[in-house]
Nanobody
Framework: QVQLVESGGGSVQAGGSLRLSCAAS???????MGWFRQAPGSERAGVAI???????QYADSVKGRFVISRDNAKSTVTLQMNSLKPEDTAVYYC?????????????????????WGQGTQVTVSS
């Protein structure tokens, strides 16, 4: 059973930075990994995803501000969030999957991910 354990998050003022990390365990083979977020009253939406080979895809709203990276040796994925805005406030979820279509990858679709972390709150104040 794949387990994802998140760390990081918290509260920051607009313009600040936060770093989220996620460690995966209990899997065999390679994983796509990513970060999604869900604000109150909204659906869960993709933020950034990364393939095992390091190919990345970002939501338009975070391009140029967020950076996703991974360490395959440690089975971890990190989301560096810079220039944070109040609209970035949400619960952030780490996700992992072992197969994904090109469309699911390009559109940051939740359907491409089978495994989910418990979520961590990010709050950005103005």
């Amino acid at each position: 059973q794949v387990q994802l354990v998140e760390s990081g998050g918290g509260s920051v003022q607009a313009g600040g930075s936060l770093r989220l990390s996620c460690a995966a365990s209990g899997f065999r083979g390679t994983l796509y990994m990513g970060w999604f977020r869900q604000a109150p009253g909204s659906e869960r939406a993709g933020v950034a995803i990364i393939s095992y080979e390091g190919v990345t895809q970002y939501a338009d709203s975070v391009k140029g501000r967020f950076v996703i990276s991974r360490d395959n040796a440690k089975s971890t994925v990190t989301l560096q969030m810079n220039s944070l805005k109040p609209e970035d406030t949400a619960v952030y979820y780490c996700a992992a999957g072992q197969s994904m279509s090109g469309i699911q990858f390009l559109r940051l679709m939740t359907a491409g991910f089978r495994y989910w972390g418990q979520g961590t709150q990010v709050t950005v104040s103005s």
